[in-house]
């Protein structure tokens, strides 16, 4: 709140003035339509009612459920008065998602009402919630949202500045347990700014509201298309032959995509012979078939990247086609230097750990002390990630250090370490190695090679089932491969990269 800082009400604030009667969020589940002026009369609204429920600056503010309007506003309410959204993937189990709350002590939790059940047994292991609410249309069991709505919207002051948290957002589980990533409001506003300057979003573009708001490629769409000035068509499902529609009828120019969306957009648009030029830009993790396929339909414009949540989304950036195979150059506030195992900057042409700085850099995970002091060591936040620079300066990935071993189905971060854990909790499974494969669908799709007990038996199908009802589904192998005898490096540890050579094909 200070002379120098900008935090996201601020924006709020600013675009109330600066964009007033035009399109900010049109909810196409039912219909409801805001300016940017309602946005914020809404967000002063729902602050006062979360104000007078006991929400101070510093509080977490839980989320499980869909995209809705509801969600957006949230995050808007706690930029006023300084909460902190801890927004949760509706794709966890019970237990994931009661780690997560209970991990940075949300202080309320907010429901949709397909949600709720789940979380009944658990509300008795989460002592820091004093309430529960529906978040969207009052559906469910829980205290209603318009209740919030009712307190009026005169507010106190509240001195927020912009490298206060604003959102935490859970990584995948690396090495076995999730860590809450803390976003700053200076976070936003820069990843904000550098979409709006690489795929130039003005007032005129309009985004398809595509991926959850709970992961950072969703919410920073959001937001910076209402940095801009522009509006966001919200669904809370993806459906392809409905969006197809939306982009036709309204005019949709750009979404974030992770395999299988675009390939399903295009699929579908060519089967009915659909209009999808107002697309002008895609962004995120497509294959050069449906990138190309895309590009020929639309005329529009494919960006390749590079990030995490712990750099906002974004490290590097650019257009496909300038060179093809890469993830784009560095972004203009920020830095990145690929080093060796003794932090040395390596040359181009050479692999090394990505390494990034600057004003995209979250503020570190929640209550890992030891984990932040490394990650941060030599004042650079050391992503995990391995990558090399031609001689032009395009980023080309290289995979992940063995430390952080990384599968990435349909864009979703899978940590091996998880699924094995959850694995060898069978009884017939004696040893097992996860590793990443090449999938038609999602990309990269979840392996299990597993060594069993003398004796013991399990089918491919009863593994996969297994695992699936005790972490989130979309962590379940779609591959099971059974052998004699795994191989094993001198200290009797797994030897991964044989295990992928011998067996990293579907």
Not at 19 to 43: A, N, P
Request: hydrophobic share 40%; aromatic share 10%.
């Amino acid at each position: 709140m200070g002379l120098y800082d900008f935090t996201f009400y601020d924006l709020i604030k600013r675009n109330a003035v600066a964009c007033g009667s035009r399109l900010c969020w049109h909810e196409i589940d039912d219909g409801r339509q805001l300016s940017f002026t309602d946005y914020k009369m809404q967000v002063d609204r729902l602050a006062s009612g979360l104000l007078h429920a006991g929400i101070e600056k510093g509080d977490r503010i839980g989320v499980l459920g869909k995209n809705s309007l509801e969600f957006f506003l949230i995050y808007g309410a706690a930029a006023r008065l300084g909460a902190i959204v801890l927004p949760i993937n509706w794709r966890l189990s019970a237990d994931e998602v009661c780690f997560n709350l209970d991990d940075c002590q949300a202080k309320i939790v907010f429901a949709d009402a397909e949600f709720q059940p789940i979380m009944q047994t658990k509300k008795d292991l989460l002592p820091t919630v004093t309430a529960w609410y529906n978040l969207k249309a009052d559906l469910g069991d829980a205290l209603k949202f318009s209740s919030l709505m009712e307190a009026g919207s005169l507010l106190p002051p509240t001195d927020v500045a912009g490298t206060d948290g604003f959102v935490i957002i859970h990584t995948a589980a690396v090495a076995g347990r999730p860590r809450g990533a803390l976003l700053s409001h200076n976070n936003i506003v820069c990843a904000d700014m550098h979409f709006i300057s690489c795929m130039g979003f003005t007032e005129q573009h309009v985004n398809l509201n595509l991926l959850p708001l709970f992961h950072v490629a969703g919410l920073f769409m959001a937001t910076s298309t209402f940095h801009a000035g522009g509006a966001s068509l919200n669904i809370s499902k993806f459906e392809a032959k409905e969006a197809v529609r939306l982009i036709q009828e309204k005019g949709a120019t750009h979404f974030f995509d992770f395999p299988p969306i675009l390939d399903s957009i295009v699929k579908a648009a060519a089967e009915d012979n659909s209009d999808i030029s107002s697309l002008r830009a895609v962004v995120g993790l497509g294959t050069p078939e449906t990138i190309n396929q895309f590009q020929s339909m639309s005329g529009g414009s494919y960006y390749a990247m590079y990030g995490q949540t712990e750099t906002s989304c974004l490290a590097t950036i650019g257009r496909y086609d300038d060179r093809p195979g890469s993830a784009g150059r560095i972004i203009m506030l920020g830095d990145v230097q690929l080093v060796d195992e003794h932090e040395q900057v390596v040359a181009a042409g050479e692999v090394g750990e990505i390494t990034v700085k600057g004003p995209m850099v979250f503020k570190g995970y929640w209550g890992l002390a030891d984990d932040n002091a490394y990650t941060f060591r030599g004042g650079w936040h050391h992503t995990g990630d391995l990558g090399r620079f031609d001689e032009d300066g395009f980023l080309f990935y290289a995979g992940r250090k063995a430390e952080k071993e990384l599968i990435k189905p349909g864009g979703e971060n899978v940590y091996p370490a998880e699924v094995e854990k959850v694995i060898l909790q069978h009884p017939a499974v004696a040893k097992t190695v996860v590793i990443g494969v090449p999938d038609p669908k999602w990309k990269e799709g979840i392996k299990a090679v597993c060594q069993l007990h003398a004796g013991k038996t399990v089918t491919a199908t009863e593994l996969i089932a297994f695992v699936g009802e005790r972490i989130a589904r979309f962590k379940k192998p779609q591959y099971v491969e059974f052998v004699d005898a795994l191989p094993v490096n001198k200290d009797g540890s797994p030897d991964r990269a044989a295990v992928k050579s011998l067996y990293g094909k579907v």
